[in-house]
């Protein structure tokens, strides 16, 4: 019997296991997916929005402000890339700069600090590489990039250190009323537990009509990207957004925390939310109104594109609150949805406490967490190490310089990886311009050896992602 079990293992699912294992709880977390954060978590633009954009006295306005907040502490605390280098919402023409002037008035209604209104030369000398079309700009310096997986992956592994249980390949498939609670029925049998969270991303009005009648609608919005190698990386010093409009937020161009740059994206109505790939007419849309904004991108320069999904609805605002007794919703976390998740987190053990939980805080919770990466030591520590572990003397990746060592320390981390993209998110392994072409197979090797599993069962991401298909060449034996 858990006390609590949180439904999807998203940011939001990840953030609110991390706050609640502060308590003394029994705690698990059900996955359908074969390894965490792999819904809109993985694919979208990476940004802490400083929380000039919801409306004044929705929840979103103040989760997304508290969950800025909270980023600067939290990445040093667990050790997540994050970088608060400030956003831009370039205007290009008078009435853009009216809509920048409105921005500013909301930051200042949703208690956004430090926003300044930019002019023309200012923004220029900021940021060489934006059109000189710009005019003005509304500057908000609290805003910032993080690295989305890991910032989830530090919630869960904390969480996990704090006693809280992830199942994966456990999508809950139906759930049955008790009196203790809910009965979840998953793909590995069933849970109990007394209280229960839904953070199902794109799915979870279908996890909350599986006990309450229908109450909101999802209406997923596919937004497509482009990465570029880092030799594109300082095209751009802020988040450069654009104003928005009637057709949507507008292009984005960023540098990433890995000194990448990211554009776009996109915003496509979907009736499959489970559809996420990125089309031709969405990549030519990007590049043409990044052009807008920045127009020396060069293309040739692209690594990689990919698609995320938004878990948008029929609301103005995130859906947080009981749906039945026992029974919370954390649904249709959209955009700002990366940012506010460690507020979303916060308020969810207010609203579970105030509706029966009990919460005893533990004496000594883990709340700190610390990740090797060889290529940020000194000559002196990699030497040392070196000496001590002769794997991390082994270079596995080389346009990351990511060494078989901490591959290994990904494989045995407490929310160890199944694939070659589990590491890849752990490690930073074929995170650069070759994307894994060249450490994939080694990768897999490793991830054979350590978990002693045949290599023809790696995946490359998800479940049936299977990168060998059968043997060609048997080993002669002596
Ligand atoms: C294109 C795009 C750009 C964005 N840009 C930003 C940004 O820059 N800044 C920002 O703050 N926000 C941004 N967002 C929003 C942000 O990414 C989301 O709000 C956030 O990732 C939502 O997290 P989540 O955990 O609620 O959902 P998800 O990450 O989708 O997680 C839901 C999880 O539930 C699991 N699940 C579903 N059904 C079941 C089931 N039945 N049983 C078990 N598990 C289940 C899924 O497998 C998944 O892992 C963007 C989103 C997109 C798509």
Known sequence: MFDVAIIGCGITGAATAFMLSKYKLNLVVLEKENDIALGATRANSAIIHAGYDPKPGTMMARLN??????????????????????????AFSEKEMETVKELYDRGVKNGVPGQKILSKEEVL?????????????????????????????????????????IRLN??????????FGYRLHTEEGYVDAKFVVNSAGVDSAAVHEMVAPKAFTIKPSRGDYYLMDKAEGNKAKCVLFQCPSEAGKGVLVSPTVHGNLIVGPNAVSCTDAHRVNTTQEGLAFVKQMAAKSVPDINYRNA???FAGMRANTDRDDFIIGMAQDQFLDLAGIKSPGLTSAPAIGEEAVKILSENGLTLIPKENPVTTR??????????EEKARLVKENPLYGRVICRCETITEGEIVQA?????????????????????GRCQGGF?????????????????????????????LTEEIKKEAKS
């Open 439 to 467: 450490c994939g197979p080694r990768v897999l090797e490793i991830l054979a050896r350590e978990t002693g599993k045949p290599p023809l069962s790696i995946m490359k991401d998800k479940e049936g992602s299977y990168i």
């Open 411 to 431: 494989i045995h981390s407490p929310v160890p990886p199944v694939s070659i993209d589990g590491v890849k998110r752990r490690a930073g392994s074929g995170m």
């Open 303 to 305: 690594i990689r594109n």
């Open 125 to 165: 000398e900021m940021e060489p590489h934006v059109s000189s079309a710009v005019i003005g700009a509304l500057y908000a310096p609290s805003a910032g990039i993080i690295n989305p997986w890991e910032y989830a992956l530090a919630f869960a592994e904390t969480a996990v250190l704090n006693g809280c249980e």
């Open 65 to 90: 402000v508290r969950g800025c907040e909270l980023a600067e502490t939290l990445s040093k605390d667990l050790d997540v890339s994050y970088i608060k280098n400030g956003s831009l919402v370039l």
């Open 370 to 379: 610390k990740t090797l990466r060889f290529k940020h030591l000194s000559g």
């Open 170 to 179: 456990s999508g809950v498939t139906g759930i049955e009323k008790a009196d």
